[in-house]
């Protein structure tokens, strides 16, 4: 609208002044690699910017950074993990079956995004919602695999189609 | 980040969630009129069954091979992934680590492996630590302590700053060296590798370990120290050993590796085994086994084995 500096946008460029390389320091200590560190301080500061957390009355700004920090870090070692898998994975298709290179990148967008739809499930639930989903199995089938009852079965994927419902995708 | 649901949004996705579950249990007998009528009755209603639509073909366009090696991969939690970051730097050079003030964190981790899973971890120390299949450890690299919770570790220090493991029944302090403690139905078993360790018992008076040496101890006190076989501890490279072993004793070793249930007729306890056999692939095990001493492997899933002795043809 106009240039003037709103107070948000004050106390955050304050608050990359004055805590920016300290969380690059920290990030890149824990990572050991400074482009990935300098990649997610950026992503930490659009998180803050993002969030409706008022930046002026901040007590601790480093604690408020280094929580941020901590779970995009987390998020991407998850998503190493997943790439880990997934090359794991396509490495082991026969020849014949491996998809396109095109196929492959946006199957691996898919997959990251169903698997942060599927982040927060219990183990057990995830799996019974992955063998119906993408194995097409049964309720009964499920349930012997898992050695639980069908009930429980039925109420694990209640449980992950509720889940997911919440989740905006 | 998705935003909050409304009341009635989220009150939407759990009845739509009940009516997925009821279609896909009920079969053939489900009653589709009264979910038509459920739809019809609210625009959220609408809205949460159409998104459930959109699930399931997202879900319908990922191979199923792929998409369960990847989603049903031996999934860290998150919890667990941070904390691997965090507390075990594999990524960090140590050094560089080394006489930096850290916080406590990064001493510390709950590290556990899935059944039919190896890891093995470089700690910040410079030691390494192995688990076998289906094991958990808690470390406390601080106050030089591990517990071993269940399973199986093996520990190799790179100092020679002691560090204690504390199992159930007993506490085995590692002086240098590399040493493998086993936990399983109420026995503990210790091995030293190389270096030295010593054992104290829950019950009776501590015990020195050098290299060569195990001791299994259980909560009425530890047993006789003896000499052991290092194939036994094949599972730090990945492999099983077998060298003339009763096949019921090889079998109750390949299940930890698999889960699922593995049974055997009893008849096939006293046959003989020997040979090197990879762990990465059990299934692969269990059809050698077949080809090389005529056993029929019945597989109802892959979670459910059975084998027995061939049936001669007549």
Redesign the interface.
């Known amino acids: 609208m106009c240039d003037a500096v709103t107070p948000t946008e004050q106390s955050l460029h304050a608050l990359y002044r004055d805590h920016g390389s300290w969380l690059e320091g920290w990030l890149r200590r824990r990572m050991g690699n400074a482009w990935d560190a300098a990649d997610l301080r950026q992503d930490t500061f659009l998180r803050v910017l993002a969030s409706s957390q008022s930046l002026a009355d901040l007590q601790e700004p480093r604690a408020y950074l280094l929580t941020i920090g901590k779970r995009l870090l987390s998020n991407f070692y998850t998503r190493r993990n997943l790439e880990q898998a997934y090359l794991d994975a396509l490495a082991s298709l026969p020849e014949a079956c491996a998809p396109s290179p095109e196929q492959r990148w946006l199957l691996l967008e898919t997959l990251q995004a169903l698997d942060e739809l599927l982040d927060g499930l219990p183990p057990l639930v995830r799996r019974a919602f992955l063998w119906s989903q993408l194995e097409g199995l049964g309720y009964r089938e499920i349930a012997e695999r898992l050695q639980v009852s069908e009930r429980t079965v039925k109420r694990y994927m209640a449980q992950a189609y509720e889940h997911c419902l919440l989740v905006d995708f | 980040?998705?935003?909050t649901?409304s009341p009635e949004?989220?009150e939407a996705?759990?009845a739509?969630?009940?009516w997925?579950?009821r279609m896909?249990?009920d079969g053939d007998t489900f009653d589709s009129a009264a979910l038509q009528c459920w739809r019809d009755s609210s625009a959220h209603h609408e809205a949460?069954w159409q998104?459930?639509q959109?699930?399931?073909q997202?879900?319908?366009?990922?191979?199923?091979?792929?998409?369960?090696?990847?989603?049903?991969?031996q999934?860290?939690?998150?919890?667990a992934?941070?904390k691997?970051?965090?507390g075990v730097?594999a990524?960090?050079?140590s050094a560089?680590?080394l006489g930096r003030a850290l916080p406590l964190e990064v001493w510390r981790a709950d590290l556990h492996t899935a059944t039919g899973e190896q890891r093995s971890w470089t700690l910040v120390d410079g030691s390494t630590l192995q688990l076998n299949t289906d094991s958990a450890v808690d470390l406390d690299l601080k106050a030089r302590r591990l517990e071993l919770v269940r399973g199986e570790v093996a520990l190799r220090l790179a100092g020679s700053t002691p560090l204690s493991v504390q199992s159930p029944y007993g506490l085995i302090t590692v002086n240098r060296g590399e040493v493998c403690v086993y936990l399983a139905d109420g026995d503990c078993r210790v091995s030293v590798l190389n270096g030295s360790a010593q054992l104290q018992p829950l019950r009776g008076p501590s015990l020195s370990l050098e290299e060569g040496q195990q001791v299994n101890f259980q909560a009425s006190g530890a047993g006789p120290v003896r000499a052991f076989d290092v194939a036994q501890l094949g599972w730090r490279d990945g492999v099983l050993v077998a060298q003339d072993q009763p096949l019921g004793h090889f079998l109750r070793e390949l299940s930890r590796y698999r889960p699922?249930v593995l049974r055997w007729d009893d008849s096939l306890e006293p046959l003989r085994i020997t040979g090197s056999f990879r762990l990465d692939n059990t299934d692969r095990i269990l059809t050698l086994l077949a080809a090389s001493l005529s056993l029929d492997v019945h597989m109802?899933?892959r979670?459910?084995v059975t084998l027995t002795l061939r049936k001669k043809l007549a």
């Open positions: 980040m998705s935003s649901p949004a989220r996705a759990r739509a969630a009940r997925l579950t896909e249990f949460a998104k459930a959109r699930l399931r997202r879900f319908a366009g990922v191979p199923a091979s792929l998409g369960m090696a990847t989603l049903d991969r999934a860290l939690t998150r919890r992934v941070l691997r970051a965090l730097a990524l960090v050079p560089w680590l699922g109802r899933t979670y459910w």
